[in-house]
């Protein structure tokens, strides 16, 4: 998925490659509780695990899985 590597997911990329947005399909509510405890983050090309949300990386990514819209 692209989340171990520093930078994340490309947002292009993945809606090249699946005909969606990482926006469309993730929820935003968990998204936001993910951000605001320093786990993840994004710009406006990438969504990315921030180095804090490396050591849980295997619980943010299920986190972010089951939450799919």
Same mark, same amino acid.
């Given at each position: 998925? &692209? #989340?171990? #590597?520093?930078? &994340? $997911?490309? /947002?292009? !990329?993945? /809606?090249?490659?699946?005909? $969606?947005? =990482?926006?469309?399909? *993730?929820?935003?509510?968990? %998204?936001? *509780? =993910?951000?605001? #405890? &320093?786990?993840?983050?994004?710009? !406006?090309?990438?969504?990315? $695990? @921030?180095? /804090?949300?490396? =050591?849980? *990386?295997? @619980? $943010? @990514?299920?986190? *972010? %899985?089951?939450? #799919?819209?």
């Amino acid at each position: 998925m &692209g #989340l171990r #590597l520093k930078t &994340g $997911i490309s /947002k292009q !990329d993945f /809606k090249t490659m699946h005909g $969606i947005s =990482l926006q469309e399909i *993730l929820n935003p509510q968990k %998204v936001t *509780l =993910l951000k605001n #405890l &320093g786990f993840c983050a994004e710009n !406006d090309t990438h969504f990315f $695990i @921030t180095t /804090k949300g490396m =050591l849980r *990386l295997n @619980t $943010i @990514t299920s986190e *972010l %899985v089951t939450s #799919l819209k």
